[in-house]
């Protein structure tokens, strides 16, 4: 068994945890937003340690390849950060219907720095509202009206990240590859 201290000493992707200057405690919110970025990070990490083929590798599961998983994973979460920035969620699911054949044939070095810098535009934008607890109407072609805050919206962010991170890891599981740990627990403990 492990101990947390070769834990702690493994775990450190590029993806590195912000935090928000709307006043001295880090909201509950932004301190799941800084998981969700690391464990993108580790999930990613662990995909440039196998064979390349594995990133496109189409396999029988809930999607095709584990690259279309983290190019839905991505458009998500750009599709919220636009919500977030003001756009309808119709201009939202537009722009990113927009990328999504450029995000889903991206190399897994450019899926990493796509993230990255998504990472870094939804920071500046969470720093600079005053307000995150602030409610947006959300206009759902498929649901209807929702009110709701930018809060619960990067908690959704990070709640969609961490479903699909566990389907690529059981894809992993069946090319015959094992995942990686990528809870919250581990997260604080990388800390």
Known sequence: MEN????????????QPFHISVSEETHPAIKMYD????????IMDRLKELPQDIYQKEIQSGF?????????????????????????????MASTN????????ASMEEMKREFLDLSEKLKALLNSHEDIEKLI??????????????????????????????NIATMLRQM???????????????K
């Open 35 to 42: 998981y969700h970025v690391w464990a993108n990070g580790v």
């Open 4 to 15: 947390s201290s070769q834990i702690r000493s493994e775990v450190k992707p590029e993806f």
């Open 176 to 190: 015959g590859h094992t995942s990686v740990m990528q809870d919250f627990g581990l997260y604080l403990y990388s």
């Open 98 to 105: 927009q990328r999504r054949e450029q995000v889903e044939a």
């Open 137 to 166: 109407v959300v206009d759902n072609p498929y649901a209807g009206l929702l009110k709701t805050s930018i809060s619960e919206s990067v908690l959704h962010v990070v709640t969609h990240g961490s479903y699909h991170r566990g």
């Open 64 to 92: 095709s390849s584990v690259s279309k998983v983290l190019s839905h994973i991505y458009a998500v979460d750009y599709a919220w950060f636009d919500i977030c920035s003001g756009k309808s969620m119709k201009e939202a």
